[in-house]
């Protein structure tokens, strides 16, 4: 395996059609896309195919679900339909030779240690039927890290569900680990610890780990909102977290991730200069 770099999305500074995109990534050594299904798993046929064809070409395809999937409930009917639209996302992904799914976690819980639990507990259970309910072929499923302090998907949390549920691996969103812990990755070292954890933890699925990596503002709360590339923050601060940091980390640990860059407006720069520091 190699790492992987690519962008969220259809850039915004790219204005033509779908199947121009790719070529446009190649010549910034970019190989990867995370589509998004924001309002939906939903895809026309001619993008299916083309994303299909791409796939066999050496391109490497995530999927990011909709947002109002919210397996993590206390409404059983909010946790019921968001099992049948994972399904669907499911059959999706495998239609086009997709085979990582981004989701989060979700919310709607009391925000104290015993909410918290409960809907973790919740959201595994719902994972572990509905992944049992279907073929899942070689489709993995990467509940992400969440960027509000109140919102699911802590890295314990992510840690929990992934040792807990055979499908699911980590999607390490450095940046919303930054703003949820307002503003705790501020050294090479401290990164290397949080991984370092993942990797105690679930070693098996370790190497696995996908990543979005951009930088961040944040508030008391946590997040508030994804910087451009290079933009410093409203108070003049340096964007973090430090990509140069998190790239020398892959590289010092050894993993070949996927990595996707989802800085504002911005995601194919963000995501070639990590591509460059790695490789140069
Ligand atoms: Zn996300």
Redesign the pocket.
């Known amino acids: 395996m190699s790492v992987v770099f690519g962008v969220a999305g259809v850039p915004t500074n790219y204005k033509g059609k779908l199947k121009g995109l790719f070529p446009w990534l190649t010549e910034r050594g970019l190989n990867a896309v995370e589509i998004q299904c924001t309002y939906g798993f939903k895809m026309s046929d001619e993008n299916k195919k083309l994303y299909a064809e791409k796939k066999d070409k050496g391109f490497y395809l995530s999927m990011?679900a909709p947002y109002y999937i919210n397996l993590g409930s206390l409404n059983n009917q909010v946790v019921g339909r968001s099992k049948s639209n994972m399904k669907d996302g499911i059959e999706l992904a495998k239609s086009v030779g997709v085979n990582r799914i981004?989701f989060?976690p979700g919310g709607g819980h009391e925000n104290t240690v015993e909410g918290r639990r409960v809907a973790i507990k919740q959201l595994i259970s719902a994972i572990n039927e509905f992944t049992s309910e279907i073929d899942m072929g070689d489709v993995k499923l990467y509940p992400?890290i969440g960027g509000k302090s109140a919102s699911l998907g802590s890295l314990d949390e992510i840690i929990e569900i992934c040792r807990e549920c055979k499908y699911c691996y980590p999607c390490i969103?450095i940046a919303h680990l930054h703003a949820r812990e307002i503003g705790s990755i501020n050294s090479k070292d401290v990164l290397k610890e949080k991984l370092q954890k993942i990797k105690d933890a679930i070693p098996e699925k370790f190497n696995y780990i996908h990543f979005h990596a951009y930088t961040i503002n944040y508030g008391d709360k946590g997040e508030i909102k994804h910087l451009t590339h290079g933009e410093n923050m409203p108070d003049g601060r340096e964007g973090r977290p430090n990509l140069d940091d998190f790239v020398a980390v892959l590289k010092e640990m050894n993993i070949t991730p996927w990595v996707i860059s989802e800085a504002l407006d911005s995601q194919e720069i963000g995501a070639k200069y990590m591509r460059d520091l790695y490789y140069n």
């Open positions: 990011h981004i989060h992400e969103d």
